[in-house]
């Protein structure tokens, strides 16, 4: 990563020669830098509530290094489709005497791993996400089974979290349903409740 700060890591990061050089072949022009700022600020809000609800508050390393790549995808993608609508502009608006056919291909290459690029790009963020959650219990099952995991035993707490799943599933119709209530999941529910205050545990 560059010490230099690069345009993708500020809001705002196209020039206007690079947004009118984006709309010169479209019929519909789009504002690609409020485009970008609404695309990179709702995925990292994304990441930090799925952080939240696994009670992680700051950014790893590795997931910080994960969104600045994301940013420079998403920029780069604006890039890449302006690059190769030059090359290939499109039919409606050149019209069919000056459609470069034979510029398709490359064309799509372009945007074919623009958009492989960005793909890319966000699986390195969920990976990252997924490492700063690992084995850690959303916020909201600590709260409800927290202190029920303090009073109980193993296999007392394994029991209520079976019968919780019962409720769950009370006036649902569905053959899953009946089989949950009719008892037949409760093996495995015991088991993951078992699972669940052993975990809950280690937190005390």
Same mark, same amino acid.
């Given at each position: 990563?560059?010490?230099?700060?690069?345009?993708?890591?500020?809001?705002?990061?196209?020039?206007?020669?690079?947004?009118?050089?984006?709309?010169?072949?479209?019929?519909?022009?789009?504002?690609?830098?409020?485009?970008?700022?609404?695309?990179?600020?709702?995925?990292?809000?994304?990441?930090?509530?799925?952080? *939240? $609800?696994?009670?992680?508050?700051?950014? !790893?390393? +590795? =997931?910080? /290094? &994960?969104?600045? #790549?994301?940013?420079? @995808? %998403?920029?780069?993608?604006?890039?890449?489709?302006?690059?190769?609508?030059?090359?290939?502009?499109?039919?409606?608006?050149?019209?069919?005497?000056?459609?470069?056919?034979?510029?398709?291909?490359? *064309? $799509?290459?372009?945007?074919?791993?623009? !958009?492989? +690029? =960005?793909? /890319? &790009?966000?699986? #390195?963020?969920?990976? @990252? %996400?997924?490492?700063?959650?690992?084995?850690?219990?959303?916020?909201?099952?600590?709260?409800?089974?927290?202190?029920?995991?303090?009073?109980?035993?193993?296999?007392?707490?394994?029991?209520?979290? *079976?019968?919780?799943?019962?409720?769950?599933?009370?006036?649902?119709?569905?053959?899953?349903?009946?089989?949950?209530?009719?008892?037949?999941?409760?093996?495995?529910?015991?088991?993951?409740?078992?699972?669940?205050?052993?975990?809950?545990?280690?937190?005390?």
């Amino acid at each position: 990563m560059n010490m230099t700060t690069e345009p993708f890591e500020m809001d705002n990061p196209f020039t206007k020669e690079q947004v009118e050089d984006f709309n010169r072949y479209t019929h519909f022009p789009s504002d690609i830098n409020r485009e970008f700022n609404e695309q990179t600020n709702a995925h990292e809000e994304k990441v930090r509530v799925e952080l *939240a $609800r696994h009670g992680v508050t700051e950014f !790893s390393p +590795r =997931l910080k /290094t &994960a969104l600045w #790549y994301y940013r420079k @995808a %998403v920029y780069e993608y604006y890039l890449d489709r302006a690059h190769s609508r030059n090359i290939a502009p499109p039919w409606s608006v050149v019209g069919s005497s000056n459609y470069p056919t034979h510029r398709l291909p490359r *064309a $799509r290459k372009i945007d074919e791993k623009a !958009s492989e +690029r =960005l793909d /890319t &790009a966000k699986q #390195y963020v969920d990976r @990252a %996400v997924g490492e700063a959650i690992s084995g850690k219990l959303e916020t909201k099952i600590i709260e409800k089974w927290g202190e029920v995991a303090k009073k109980t035993t193993k296999i007392q707490f394994g029991k209520l979290y *079976a019968e919780d799943m019962h409720k769950q599933h009370d006036g649902e119709d569905t053959r899953f349903a009946q089989e949950v209530r009719g008892g037949f999941w409760d093996h495995a529910y015991r088991s993951q409740g078992r699972a669940l205050w052993a975990k809950l545990k280690e937190l005390e």
